[in-house]
């Protein structure tokens, strides 16, 4: 496996093109509920692939997974083609912390291959973009300093309240109205959107810091 240690929060431009983008989505302080994974497969197009961890969630997209199987499932991609795992803050890391006491060798590999985004964007954005840089962390204002468009509808700012909504819902065992299909399927854009656009600003940070 390539020595990873010494740039835990770096990517070269040949690691940024071939990692793996994920992006848990849950409400604060609660277990998430949809893990999104940006992947390029073998011969086809770059996707996201969604699963929902929460059983509550079953059925809402096309496949439900144990987080833990969910992580190992990203841990045995990235081990088999030796790529980087990338997310947005440390939230997802902490996310996957919760199974040291179960699968402690399944979170140190997590741990030796994360990458922390933000702190890879702010390290561009201070070396090459410090008159327009974002004064804030948030993925959005990087996504917007590199001209990433994402429709309003499935921005952020409502991911806890449709979650709140939804899982009372499941939990009746009432089947989701039109508008909370609606909200359901903007959050999983949301998320895909979130996946995508990550990628888009490791890319193009990479190209920009190796440039001649």
């Not at 197009?45 to 199987?69: A, I, K, N, S």
């Not at 009746?172 to 656009?197: I, K, M, S």
Request: proline share 6%; aromatic share 8%; with cysteine.
């Amino acid at each position: 496996m390539t020595d990873l240690g010494r740039r835990v929060n770096r990517l070269t431009a040949a690691e940024a093109l071939r990692a793996l983008y994920i992006d848990f989505e849950g409400r604060i302080d609660e277990p998430p509920v949809l893990l999104g994974v940006h992947r390029r497969g073998r011969g086809a197009q770059p996707y996201v692939q969604q699963d929902v961890v929460d059983p509550t969630f079953e059925g809402l997209v096309p496949r439900y997974m144990p987080l833990r199987d969910a992580v190992a499932n990203v841990v045995q991609r990235a081990v088999r083609r030796d790529r980087r795992i990338v997310a947005w803050s440390e939230h997802e890391l902490t996310v996957v912390r919760t199974l040291a006491s179960s699968d402690p060798d399944l979170v140190a590999e997590f741990e030796t291959r994360f990458v922390n985004a933000l702190a890879f964007a702010k390290y561009w954005r201070n070396k090459l973009h410090a008159g327009d840089r974002p004064e804030e962390g948030r993925l959005a204002d990087y996504l917007a300093l590199i001209g990433y468009r994402v429709p309003s509808c499935y921005g952020p700012g409502n991911v806890g309240e449709t979650i709140r909504v939804v899982r009372a819902r499941l939990e009746r065992g009432l089947p989701l109205t039109d508008g909370q299909h609606t909200r359901w399927h903007n959050l999983v854009e949301h998320n895909r959107h979130d996946c995508a656009g990550m990628r888009a600003v490791c890319l193009r940070a990479t190209r920009e810091l190796e440039a001649p």
